[in-house]
C-alpha cells in the first residue's frame, strides 16, 4: 500500500481537499428554536420581529459583549464509514465504499455568533424599534465523490486500469465580519415590517470545482497517475493564512440586506417572511483564481516520500506557478424563508420553510414551544436536503428583562459523537454524522417605556408644583 494512513499526512494529500474537510461550512446552522422567541437574536435575525414586551421591558437591550455562540456540522451520505473512521480514528477505512456508482456525500459546518448587539425601543406608538450588531457568520457546502474517500484508503480497490469523472467535487467556503443596523415597527395592528442593513468584511474565501478527473493504474509496477481539471479561487495562499486576516479590516468589503414582513391573522395565525442577507463581497486583489489543468501526475515508489506527500507537493507547485492574483466579487448566502405560528394557551408551534438563493441548501422545520412561567422548553424536527432528519432541543429562560438559552438543532447526533469519541474502537452509530450546539444571553435595562393609559408616571407632570412656583417667586434672581 504506497498511500499512508497517517492522518497528518493525509491532510496533505491534496491542498484543496483539506480545505473542504477542515474549512467547509453550509447554512444549515440558523437556531430555528429562535424563530418567534422574541429575543435579542431572533429580532436581529428576522428583523420584523419584536423584541420588547410594552410596560414591563426596559428601553435598551444588549448581550454585554457576551457573545452568542453557535456551530452545526453534518456529514451525510454513503461514504459515511470512512468519515467516521477518519474523524474517531484519525485514519480512512475506505474498503466498504461502494464504487463505480457516481454516489455523492455532503460535507457542510456552519458558525454564525453575535459579539455584540444594542437594542432600543424607540417609541411604544407603532412599536418602533432600532439597534446595531457586530457578527461573524461562516457558511458554505461541499459535495464528494465515494471514489475520493476510497482513493485515500489504497489505489487498489478500484478494479479497472482506467477511470474517469470519480474525483469530481464542487464546494465553498466564505467567512466574514458582519455589521448591521436593524429598524422594524408595526404599521398597523396586525401588519409590521423590518429591515437590516449590513456593512461586511470578508475574512476569507475559497471555491472548488473539479469538473474533469480520471485515473490511471499499473498495478504490475506499483503506479498510478492522476489528472485533474476544474477551478480553484481562494482569498490567501493555503500557506500564507495569518491571524490578522480574521480581524475587521475592510479590505475585502461588501453590503447586504434582509428584509421581513409579519401579519398576524384574524383567526390568531401569524404568517413571517424574510428575504434573508441578499449581498456580496468584493475581494481583493491580493486573491487569486487557478484555472488547473494538472496534466498526468505520476505517483510511485521511486522516493521515499509517500504518495500523498508527492501528490500534495506536485500541485502545490502548480498553484504558485499558474495561479493568477485577481479581485472578483462573490455572493453571500441569501435565503428566502417564511414561517407560519399559533399560540394555543401554553403551546405555541411554528412551521418554518428556509431555502437558500445562490446556493445549495434548505429546510423544513417544526419547532414545538412549551412556556411554563419564565421557562420554554422546545422540541424541533428538520429535515433538508442533505436528506438528514434533526432532532433538536433547547431550553430557555425568558422574562420581559432578561433572557438566557442553549441548545441545539441536532441533540442526539452531538451526544453519538460525545459518545463515540470515548469509545476505544469502532463500531459506531448508523446514520449521519452531525453536531451542533449554541448559546446566549441579553438584558434589558434603563427606564421602561408605557402606553400613556398605563403610566405610571406622566410626563410633565410635577410632583410638588406649588412648592416649586413659590421657589420660583422668592429665590434668588440674577
Do not use: C
Not at 427606564?447 to 393609559?453: P, R, V
Not at 410635577?462 to 440674577?478: A, C, H, Q, T
Request: proline share 2%.
Amino acid at each position: 500500500m504506497i498511500f499512508s494512513r497517517n492522518k497528518i499526512s493525509l491532510l496533505r494529500l491534496f491542498p484543496m481537499l483539506f480545505l473542504l474537510f477542515g474549512l467547509v461550512r453550509t447554512s444549515y446552522s440558523q437556531q430555528y428554536s429562535l424563530y418567534n422567541s422574541r429575543t435579542l437574536y431572533d429580532s436581529f435575525e428576522n428583523p420584523s420581529q419584536r423584541a420588547y414586551q410594552v410596560d414591563t421591558s426596559r428601553r435598551f437591550a444588549f448581550n454585554f459583549l457576551i457573545p452568542t455562540i453557535s456551530f452545526n456540522g453534518t456529514f451525510s451520505g454513503p461514504a459515511e464509514p470512512a468519515f467516521k473512521s477518519l474523524i474517531y480514528d484519525g485514519v480512512f477505512n475506505g474498503r466498504n465504499i461502494t464504487l463505480g456508482e457516481n454516489r455523492m456525500n455532503t460535507l457542510a459546518f456552519s458558525s454564525n455568533n453575535y459579539i455584540a448587539m444594542l437594542r432600543v425601543l424607540k417609541a411604544v406608538k407603532k412599536y418602533k424599534e432600532m439597534g446595531i450588531s457586530w457578527q461573524i457568520r461562516t457558511d458554505g457546502r461541499a459535495r464528494v465523490t465515494n471514489e475520493v474517500f476510497a482513493i485515500f484508503d489504497d489505489f487498489r480497490v478500484f478494479n479497472a486500469t482506467n477511470l474517469t469523472n470519480l474525483f469530481n467535487i464542487n464546494g465553498y467556503n466564505q467567512s466574514y465580519h458582519q455589521f448591521s443596523f436593524v429598524y422594524r415597527q408595526n404599521y398597523t395592528k396586525r401588519f409590521s415590517l423590518g429591515a437590516k442593513f449590513s456593512l461586511l468584511s470578508g475574512i476569507n474565501y475559497t471555491s472548488l470545482k473539479v469538473d474533469k478527473s480520471e485515473i490511471n493504474i499499473d498495478e504490475s509496477i506499483d503506479e498510478f497517475d492522476v489528472t485533474l481539471s476544474g477551478k480553484l479561487r481562494s482569498s490567501f495562499k493555503f500557506d500564507n493564512f495569518q491571524r490578522e486576516m480574521v480581524n475587521p479590516n475592510f479590505k475585502n468589503p461588501g453590503l447586504s440586506i434582509t428584509a421581513g414582513a409579519s401579519y398576524r391573522l384574524r383567526d390568531g395565525w401569524t404568517i413571517l417572511g424574510n428575504l434573508k442577507d441578499i449581498g456580496f463581497i468584493k475581494w481583493n486583489k491580493e486573491a487569486y483564481e487557478y484555472d488547473f489543468e494538472t496534466g498526468k501526475i505520476i505517483i510511485d515508489n521511486a522516493s521515499n516520500a509517500s504518495a500523498d506527500e508527492r501528490l500534495a507537493d506536485s500541485l502545490d507547485t502548480q498553484i504558485s506557478l499558474k495561479s493568477v492574483n485577481r479581485s472578483y466579487v462573490s455572493m453571500i448566502n441569501g435565503k428566502a424563508e417564511i414561517m407560519l405560528s399559533k399560540e394555543f394557551g401554553n403551546y405555541k408551534p411554528n412551521l418554518i420553510l428556509s431555502k437558500t438563493i445562490y446556493y445549495g441548501g434548505g429546510d423544513l422545520v417544526l419547532v414545538n414551544n412549551y412556556h411554563l412561567k419564565n421557562h420554554v422548553l422546545t422540541a424541533s424536527v428538520a429535515y433538508n436536503t442533505t436528506r438528514s432528519l434533526q432532532i433538536g432541543g433547547q431550553y430557555m429562560i425568558k422574562t420581559p428583562n432578561i433572557e438566557f438559552y442553549m441548545g441545539s438543532d441536532q441533540l442526539f447526533k452531538s451526544y453519538e459523537m460525545i459518545k463515540n469519541y470515548s469509545k476505544s474502537a469502532s463500531p459506531y452509530s448508523s446514520g449521519y454524522t452531525g453536531l451542533g450546539f449554541y448559546l446566549g444571553f441579553g438584558l434589558k435595562f434603563g427606564s421602561i417605556l408605557e402606553h400613556q393609559a398605563n403610566a405610571t408616571k406622566i410626563s410633565g407632570f410635577r410632583k410638588n408644583p406649588i412648592g416649586k412656583f413659590i421657589k420660583g417667586l422668592v429665590g434668588k434672581k440674577d
